[in-house]
């Protein structure tokens, strides 16, 4: 009998000690953002007015750069930022060559299957249609049997199939505006700030026979911070830092400095101040 009960406690030792063992370095993102001094952020890439590519260095920088610098910098570490496209990012979060992301990425019941999240959004962003000035589109309706290139992985994807479009999925949003130049899609479909900026940015020019397709952004959903899953600690701090930029309107500075819209970050920093917030995505199951 005393044999039995060795045997079974070494067999429950073999299969909980990956629980355990998993358990305990769940939360230990912060202890190992601290113990190398740097915590590591993806961020998109050179998408104004999101993310701004320096001529020189090479390096990203911009609007979400400086959001993980300011998260950097609570934690008393450096910054390193990386690059991450809609087919790298979740991989590169759950692989942990990033700690968070920090990107256009909104909220999405099956993305929250997959990683966790800050609750607090840090915007909320909807999608826009570029299209020839000279086509159709006038409504989200209008694109039923049309093309729609859209990033693959988009969160836009379903909503325009709802509408009937026939939807490409590309790498981003240059390749996207390549398909649209060349004729192989009627939309490029991404965030509405990216696309309004491809028409007032340094590159207005070439884009001077396009438009905004609607008056109306698509499915506008709450823009979270990524974390992965079962990091409570992670998250908290993070959700603690968003909640200070918007009661501070450091958000909406941020914004005005690099031509983000800044109506949410307006309305969110007196909601704020008033000691409300947005009603945020479900919370995190951890």
């Known amino acids: 009998m005393k044999k039995k ?14 629980l355990v063992s998993s358990l305990s370095l769940a939360d230990a993102t912060l202890d190992k953002i ?18 701004l590519l320096d001529q020189k260095t090479g390096k990203i920088g911009g609007f979400q750069t400086d959001l993980g610098r300011d998260i950097a910098r ?5 910054l390193e930022v990386v690059p991450v496209t809609a087919s790298t990012r ?8 990033v700690d968070l992301l ?10 929250s299957e997959a990683l966790s999240y800050a609750p607090t959004p840090y915007n909320l962003v909807g999608g826009a249609a570029l ?42 949003i240059p390749e996207s505006l390549l398909a649209l130049k060349g004729g192989t899609c009627d939309a490029s479909v991404h965030i509405s700030p990216a696309m309004h900026q491809v028409l007032v940015g340094e590159s207005a020019s070439q884009w001077q026979d396009y438009r905004l397709g609607t008056p109306d952004q698509l ?16 998250r908290k701090f993070v959700d603690d830092v968003i909640r200070d930029w918007h009661r501070s309107g450091s958000l909406l500075k941020l914004g005005q400095q690099y031509g983000v819209p800044d ?3 307006r309305d969110a920093n007196g909601k704020a101040q008033r000691g409300e917030y947005d009603a945020a995505p479900p919370e995190p199951v951890s």
């Open 102 to 111: 920090i990107a256009n990425i909104q909220w999405t019941q099956e993305r």
């Open 74 to 78: 609570r934690l008393g570490v450096t």
């Open 5 to 18: 009960n060795v045997l079974l406690r070494a067999a429950l030792a073999v299969v909980l000690l990956p």
């Open 219 to 234: 499915i506008p959903s709450p823009t979270v911070i990524w974390t992965r899953r079962g990091e409570a600690d992670t």
């Open 34 to 51: 601290n113990a190398r001094g740097k915590l590591v952020v993806g961020v998109d890439g050179a998408s104004p007015p999101f993310g």
């Open 90 to 97: 979740v991989q590169f979060l759950q692989s942990g060559k």
């Open 263 to 265: 109506e949410y970050f």
């Open 131 to 172: 299209v020839r000035k000279d086509s159709s589109v006038q409504r989200w309706e209008d694109l039923k049997g049309k093309v729609a290139c859209v990033s693959q992985g988009s969160n836009f994807t379903r909503p325009l199939q709802e509408y009937g479009a026939i939807v490409k999925g590309l790498r981003g």
